[in-house]
Structures are given as structure tokens and as C-alpha cells.
């Protein structure tokens, strides 16, 4: 079985497709290189199995041409920054790729998508752990915004034309080649000065991390299981951690000691900025009742992440 994976050379894609590659798949990673390194494919390269394309899912040509003669297409090309930045780039690479991947999987009659969606389509939920039923969805960031406006096309899309669709509302992933959030900030301010951590918000922003490898499994075990229509499901692990206990941690792997954390304050009651969402954790009960079970917990997570970035990075 061939399948594209778009943003295949970010930090989950590539995860995906050295997963996608180690079980006999054939694989396309179409990606623009925006954020993803040609790194995160040296193993990937090395197959017969796979191709990489470099293109832009805002261009259908592109994914015209990537998606041909394959079965499914894991769909995780995006801009993945929660932060405020340029609401038009959110839209652009976000909601309007994900209509040209779905009109590309209608003309060439590919039946099956995977999504990565996010957390962040809750918004500030009142229900915590946080249910896939939960209601309403009132995002707040344009991030979040833009992955609820991709799961409602996908769930059209599957309605209309028989697609089978799956939106996986991911918690915060983390592992080795991860880029962006929190653990990565902390390792560069450190790095610049190892004295004084500046931390965005008032440090008791409390969220569900999730590693790498769990990640992977969860999204391929539910792909399985998932028979027919559109359907979300939450991936996460069963508990949560501060921004504060994260800043340690990410210390402690860079072996530092004496450094004086110094909080921003933040925004609306102590976020890192205005659409952060202060309180996330998801239930992952439906993906349990599926037979799935995260092998790390937050904090688990956290520190396999810091220790392998700290390598990474070429931090002394
Ligand atoms: N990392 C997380 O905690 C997390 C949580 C929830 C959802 N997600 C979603 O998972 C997906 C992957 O996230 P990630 O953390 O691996 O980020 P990432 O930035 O490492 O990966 C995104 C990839 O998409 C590529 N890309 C961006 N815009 C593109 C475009 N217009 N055309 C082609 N390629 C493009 C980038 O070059 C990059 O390789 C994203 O959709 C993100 O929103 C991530």
C-alpha cells in the first residue's frame, strides 16, 4: 500500500514515515520545507520505498502529483504555531490546504484521510479531562480555528463522498527532532543565557504531553481500527504538567544549576499570550476503549524530549 504523507519532513511526519517505511509501506512526503528538514529523512532516503517531494499543498498541482497511486493520505502539512502570528498563513496553509488535499482525493478517487487536528478546537474547555463529545467547540486561537474548519470539511467531505476521514485532536507531542513549544524555547533561551529563563505566562499553565513513539502508535492503531465515515478521536496521555515543572526538568537535562526562573506574568490571568489555553487535558477514554494505551506519561514524556533536544541541539 502507497500513502502520502504531507508535512512527512516536520517533526511527526517523519516520525510517521520511518514508521510507515519499518512496516513495508510505500511511501510519498510531499513538504515544503517550511519547517521540516531534508535531517529528518536521512533514513528515510535510504529506502527504495520512499519518495520525497518537495511542493506546497497550497498549490493542488503539487499534491496532484505527490498523491498519485496512493491509497491514504496522512494529512499533518501545516503551519503548527499556536501563537499568534499572521491569521492569513494559518488559513492559507491550514484551512486552504486541507481543501486542495480534498479535492485532490476527490478527482483521484483516494477514499481515506488521516488528520492532524489539535487540542486547540476546544479552546478554553470547562469539562477537563476534555471528551471528544464536548460542546460547544469554541476555539481561541486562529490556530485552533483552522484545524476545526479542516475537521468540519473532512466530515463534509467524508459525508458527500464516501471518504473515510479521522481527525486525531493531538495533546502536546514531544520527542527528538521537535522544533517548536515550550521545550525547545526553554533549551535556546538557556543556550543564549544560562543564568536567567524568562517563562511566558505566570508558569501554572498545566497541559497533557505526549512522546513521540506513543504518538505514532496511537495514530496508526486508530487508522486500523477505523472502518468507515468520519470520526475524532483525542490522543494524549492520562495527565498533565506545569510550565514550571517543565522548566526544571529541561535544567536538569541541561545540567545546569543556580538558574533563576523569571516569569512574564502573562495574559487574561496568566497565559503566555492571548489565545493560549491555560488548562488542557483530554480524555483519551474512546481511544482506550479502542484497546490503546500510552506507554509514557506527561512527565515521562518531558524528559525523554529534553535529554534527546539537548543532544540534538549540541548543547556542552
Ligand atoms: N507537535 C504537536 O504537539 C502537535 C499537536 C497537535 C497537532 N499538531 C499538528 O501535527 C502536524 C505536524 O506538526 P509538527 O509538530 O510535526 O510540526 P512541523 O512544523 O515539524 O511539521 C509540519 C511540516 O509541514 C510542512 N509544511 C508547512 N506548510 C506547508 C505547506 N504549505 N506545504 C507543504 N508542506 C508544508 C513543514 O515544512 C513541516 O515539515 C501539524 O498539522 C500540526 O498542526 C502538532
Redesign the pocket.
Known amino acids: 500500500m502507497k500513502i502520502l504523507v504531507?508535512?512527512?519532513?516536520?517533526?511527526?511526519?517523519?516520525h510517521l514515515v520511518d514508521r510507515f517505511l519499518a512496516e513495508g509501506y510505500e511511501v510519498v512526503c510531499?513538504?515544503?520545507?517550511?519547517?521540516?528538514?531534508m535531517e529528518?529523512l536521512s533514513s528515510a532516503l535510504k529506502s527504495r520505498a520512499f519518495k520525497f517531494i518537495k511542493?506546497?499543498?497550497?498549490r493542488s498541482g503539487?499534491i496532484l502529483k505527490a498523491a498519485a497511486e496512493c491509497e491514504a493520505i496522512f494529512?499533518?502539512?501545516?503551519?503548527?504555531e499556536v501563537r499568534l502570528g499572521i491569521p492569513r498563513e494559518h488559513f492559507?496553509?491550514?484551512i486552504l490546504?486541507t481543501f486542495n488535499v480534498l479535492e485532490v482525493m476527490r478527482k483521484l478517487d483516494i477514499k481515506d484521510i488521516v488528520f492532524?487536528?489539535?487540542?486547540?478546537v476546544y479552546g478554553d474547555a470547562t469539562v477537563i479531562p476534555t471528551p471528544e463529545d464536548y460542546a460547544p467547540l469554541k476555539p481561541i486561537s486562529v490556530?485552533g480555528a483552522s484545524?476545526l474548519s479542516c475537521e468540519a470539511l473532512i466530515s463534509a467531505y467524508a459525508h458527500i463522498y464516501g471518504f473515510k476521514g479521522l481527525a486525531l485532536?493531538?495533546?502536546?507531542?514531544?520527542g527528538p527532532?521537535?522544533?517548536?513549544?515550550v521545550i525547545y524555547d526553554f533549551i535556546n533561551k538557556l543556550k543564549k543565557n544560562p543564568r536567567v529563563l524568562e517563562i511566558l505566562g505566570d508558569g501554572t499553565q498545566r497541559k497533557s504531553y505526549l512522546y513521540i513513539d506513543d504518538a505514532v502508535d496511537a495514530t496508526l492503531h486508530i487508522w486500523r481500527k477505523h472502518k468507515k465515515g468520519f470520526d475524532a478521536f483525542n490522543i494524549g496521555s492520562d495527565d498533565s504538567i506545569t510550565v514550571l515543572e517543565i522548566a526544571k526538568i529541561v535544567v536538569e537535562a541541561m545540567r545546569l544549576s543556580n538558574v533563576k526562573f523569571y516569569t512574564t506574568g502573562g495574559v487574561n490571568g496568566g497565559r503566555g499570550w492571548k489565545g493560549d489555553v491555560k488548562f488542557m487535558q483530554l480524555s483519551i477514554e474512546k481511544l482506550k476503549n479502542t484497546g490503546w494505551r500510552p506507554r509514557y506519561n506527561s512527565r515521562q514524556a518531558v524528559e525523554l524530549t529534553a535529554r534527546a533536544l539537548v543532544k540534538e541541539l549540541g548543547v556542552k
Open positions: 504531507t508535512g512527512g519532513a516536520g517533526f511527526i511526519g517523519s510531499l513538504d515544503n520545507l517550511s519547517a521540516g528538514t529528518n511542493g506546497d499543498i497550497r503539487d494529512h499533518f502539512a501545516a503551519n503548527p492559507e496553509n491550514n490546504g492532524a487536528s489539535s487540542s486547540t490556530y484545524k485532536r493531538y495533546a502536546n507531542i514531544v527532532r521537535l522544533r517548536h513549544g
